[in-house]
């Protein structure tokens, strides 16, 4: 599976934006779905997943209430609106694919695809 990640960018603090990743290639019907970021120096972080079957949603305790994980299974993407940005969600923003399962939804490794990045920077 191969995913595309795009609208990431420059915004001041107290802005939206909007993520999205589209999946293409050996899709399945149902997969769980997730946000990842990594700001300088710091270690990649949970920040929302989504699940397959139900559509069942969970966040960090950093982004919960601002930000919000949606999907499309009809274009197989996934999107995260993000609100009330703060210049801590600098980072680069990776979503994350995962054809069977929800447990662990917040543990990278229990993902199978990744996508290639996008640069999501918040000003003061």
């Known amino acids: 599976v191969q995913l595309q990640a795009s609208g990431g960018g420059l915004v001041q603090a107290g802005g939206s934006l909007r993520l999205s990743c589209a999946a293409s290639?050996?899709?399945?019907?149902?997969?769980?779905m997730g946000w990842f970021r990594q700001a300088p120096g710091k270690e990649r972080e949970f920040v929302a997943a989504?699940?397959?079957?139900?559509?069942?949603?969970n966040y960090a305790d950093s982004v919960k209430g601002r930000f919000t994980i949606s999907r499309d299974f009809a274009k197989n993407t996934v999107h995260l609106q993000m609100t009330s940005v703060t210049p801590e969600d600098t980072a680069v923003y990776y979503c994350?694919?995962?054809?069977?399962?929800?447990?662990?939804?917040?543990?990278?490794?229990?993902?199978?695809?990744w996508g290639q990045g996008t640069q999501v920077t918040v000003s003061s």
């Open positions: 994350a694919y995962r054809r069977f399962g929800y447990s662990d939804y917040r543990a990278g490794p229990k993902y199978d695809s």
């Open positions: 290639g050996r899709t399945v019907s149902d997969p769980s």
């Open positions: 989504i699940s397959g079957s139900f559509g069942v949603t």
